[in-house]
């Protein structure tokens, strides 16, 4: 099976409502999808989206990769895909792992579709058909926040990740975590996500404020780069510690299990470079007994498929993935959407990510990045 033609069109796709963390607000999501056309005649279907909050250069640099990569593409071999896919230049690493992850994605995409099996099924012998999802709150406001999450328990979501690192201190964390475990109840999960907002001695001292409110764990309570700061807030809390944009890569993935800085490792194909990357990660963090989750970056359907056949292949007693973000954007550009139901999403059963682009809704929102 050789790649014959690389296409793609870019979309730029408004948040139902800002998606604030403690980076600053998002109010839309632009990235690329991408199309790998076969000589057989299969098209397989990746995205590229640099996570959001990001640097604003790395959209437009998504776009320049792809351009350039078109002319060395046609005639290739899939198997040697991954040649390609090791674009050189001065590109920041952000776009370079979202163009690798949409080349993955569509891929794995074709060669899952030739061998007449699910993306997640390729991956791995064996995989759950659904996978539990948590829904995402972040919402500054502490009324706003808690209505959410009484919306979340009501729809029947097993788990309420909650973006901390906002509030002004401790007492105002400690106030808006109450409002949400009141308005959840005692049985879901309750994680907090503080995207590396505090220093240690402040992360330390937040999450023992925050103990008593039952949490699952805290992801990324310490800026990314320094595993041993996320070791020292580890080591001094009863609450387990998750690494997110400390995984950037299988390398950086090696450092957080080699240190013992985290329990629980978030994983983005995204920002990984693709799913079998992602799957490195999750079997060397297995040998170690670390826990595996999967997240999207906020992507439409397509990276949102991704990143579900990916979550299918974790252990079926897993954790609670964050797939189910496809209800913040406007729209998922795909003609029958992903659906969340009792806090599972099922994943495709159809060959390769079975999933299909809606060509008008994609025509509606490409617009330059
Ligand atoms: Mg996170």
């Given at each position: 099976m050789?790649v014959?033609?690389l ?16 980076h ?30 990001g640097?604003?250069?790395?959209w437009?640099?998504?776009?320049a ?32 792992a ?9 891929s ?20 759950s058909e ?40 401790a007492?105002?964390?400690r ?23 505090w ?6 001292h ?25 070791r ?25 299990l ?5 329990q ?6 995204m ?19 670390v ?6 970056t ?35 550009l ?7 139901r009792?806090?599972?999403?099922q ?23």
């Amino acid at each position: 099976m050789k790649v014959n033609r690389l296409a793609w069109t870019t979309y730029r796709i408004p948040f139902r409502q800002p998606f604030v963390t403690a980076h600053g607000a998002q109010t839309e999501r632009c990235g690329v999808l991408i199309q790998l056309h076969t000589d057989n005649g299969l098209v397989g279907l990746g995205e590229a989206a640099p996570i959001p909050g990001g640097p604003a250069r790395a959209w437009p640099e998504v776009a320049a990769l792809l351009e350039t990569l078109q002319a060395s593409l046609p005639s290739r071999r899939l198997e040697e895909m991954t040649d390609v896919m090791e674009p050189t230049g001065h590109a920041h690493p952000v776009a370079v792992a979202a163009v690798r992850c949409g080349l993955d994605t569509a891929s794995c995409d074709l060669l899952a579709q030739a061998a007449g099996t699910s993306v997640a099924l390729w991956l791995q012998k064996e995989s759950s058909e659904t996978v539990p999802v948590n829904t995402t709150i972040a919402l500054p406001d502490v009324a706003s926040a808690a209505d959410a999450a009484a919306t979340a328990r009501a729809s029947g979501f097993p788990c309420v990740k909650l973006k901390v690192g906002m509030a002004k201190g401790a007492e105002a964390e400690r106030e808006r975590v109450a409002a949400v475990r009141r308005a959840i109840g005692g049985r879901l999960k309750l994680r907090l996500d503080a995207n590396g907002a505090w220093g240690v001695e402040q992360a330390i001292h937040t999450i023992r404020v925050l103990e008593p409110y039952g949490i699952e764990f805290v992801e990324q309570p310490v800026a990314c780069g320094d595993v041993e700061a996320l070791r020292r807030v580890r080591a001094a809390v009863r609450t387990p510690i998750a690494a997110d944009e400390d995984v950037d890569s299988v390398a950086a993935a090696e450092r957080v299990l080699g240190a013992g800085a985290a329990q629980v490792l978030v994983i983005k194909p995204m920002v990984v470079g693709g799913l079998r990357p992602a799957r490195q990660i999750i079997e060397r963090a297995q040998c170690q007994g670390v826990s595996c989750l999967v997240t999207t970056t906020l992507d439409t359907g397509i990276g949102t498929a991704a990143a579900l056949h990916l979550a299918a292949t974790l252990p079926a007693t897993g954790l609670a993935c964050g797939l189910a973000t496809g209800a913040l954007l406007t729209t998922d550009l795909l003609t029958t959407p992903l659906l969340v139901r009792d806090g599972r999403m099922q994943r495709p059963n159809a060959a390769g990510l079975g999933v299909r682009l809606d060509e008008e809704a994609v025509k509606r929102h490409n617009r330059p990045l």
